[in-house]
């Protein structure tokens, strides 16, 4: 009797300090829950479970502390980037100024031409720069607009001067198909990527498509301008990336890719067998 008295102990004593063990485990579980939800009390008990409860609580407000320090160092630099492209933008206006006022008077001289198509690229470079800040700060939000494809691709065809043996052909199923998102950053992604081909010497071509399944919509924009070197591709969408015979500034593409990911989207770029592929995905979900 005293053994099986000792052994229904010893099992009462096993349950017992498991079921503790499993509360204590919850009980830590809960903490980071309600950490992550800005609840920093920490229960004050004193078991072995004490120590980890008190690492667990510390490195978690290490991490808070850490990306608090991050966000506002991101925060100051978009707000240094915002004022260098205001800073350029007042010189540059100025300047243009002079120069349409040299042009009249030495029409002749191609000097002035030269600085004037640089003086427009530094002007479209801090409208970019000022771009790329609104973008990271999400001072504009996204709006959640129905917009028809066939009317976006127009939009972006017509802001832009597309050189003249370029021949565009839009299919027939962009006026089919529809997506939610912010109607004028979407057109300026189109319109990086439309310029991305047009860019090209080889290019003159440029096909737009679409088509539709129950889980994303896609909108397909191929060129015939020779496809991208296999060891570019994987590079095409960084920020300030380009290769060297392009003349842009290495962020159309980048750009593109973050306004398209901002409107619940995804982009991925591929050769075919004439050129370059960039496919949209705009997912139905929300």
Same mark, same amino acid.
């Given at each position: ?23 204590? %485990? ?6 980071? @829950? ?16 004490? +120590? ?37 933008? $007042?010189?540059? $206006? ?18 002035? *031409? %030269? ?17 790329? =800040? ?24 017509? =802001? ?15 006026? @089919? ?24 010497? $080889? ?5 737009? =498509? ?15 301008? *020779?496809? +991208?070197?296999?060891?570019? %591709? ?16 290495? %962020? ?8 398209? @990911?901002?409107?619940?989207?995804? +982009? ?11 496919? +949209? ?6």
């Amino acid at each position: 009797m005293i053994y099986v008295f000792w052994i229904i102990s010893l099992g009462l004593l096993y349950y017992f300090l498991e079921s503790r063990k499993k509360n204590r %485990i919850n009980e830590l579980i809960n903490l980071i @829950e309600n950490m992550k939800n800005q609840n920093y009390k920490i229960p004050m008990k004193q078991d072995d479970f004490s +120590i980890l409860e008190d690492k667990i609580y510390k490195l978690f407000i290490e991490i808070v502390e850490a990306k608090e320090t991050s966000t506002r160092n991101s925060e100051k630099q978009i707000e240094y980037l915002e004022d260098i492209a205001h800073q350029i933008k $007042t010189p540059i $206006t100025s300047m243009l100024f002079s120069i349409e006022n040299l042009e009249m008077d030495f029409s002749d001289n191609d000097d002035i *031409g %030269i600085l004037k198509r640089q003086l427009l690229r530094l002007n479209s470079l801090s409208d970019i720069l000022l771009k790329l =800040s609104s973008l990271d700060a999400n001072k504009d939000l996204m709006k959640k607009d129905e917009i028809r494809l066939d009317e976006l691709i127009d939009y972006a065809l017509d =802001s832009l001067n597309l050189k003249k043996s370029m021949k565009v052909e839009k299919r027939t199923d962009l006026k @089919e198909n529809s997506i939610n998102g912010d109607f004028y950053w979407l057109a300026e992604a189109f319109i990086n990527i439309i310029k991305n081909a047009d860019n090209r010497p $080889t290019c003159d071509k440029i096909v737009v =498509s679409s088509y539709k399944n129950p889980l994303y919509t896609s909108l397909i924009i191929e060129d015939n301008g *020779g496809g +991208i070197e296999k060891e570019n %591709i994987k590079k095409i969408f960084k920020r300030f990336y380009k290769t060297p015979d392009s003349n842009g500034f290495g %962020i159309g593409l980048a750009m593109a890719k973050t306004i398209v @990911e901002k409107n619940n989207g995804e +982009i991925s770029v591929s050769n075919n067998d004439a050129g370059a592929r960039f496919e +949209i995905k705009f997912y139905n979900v929300t």
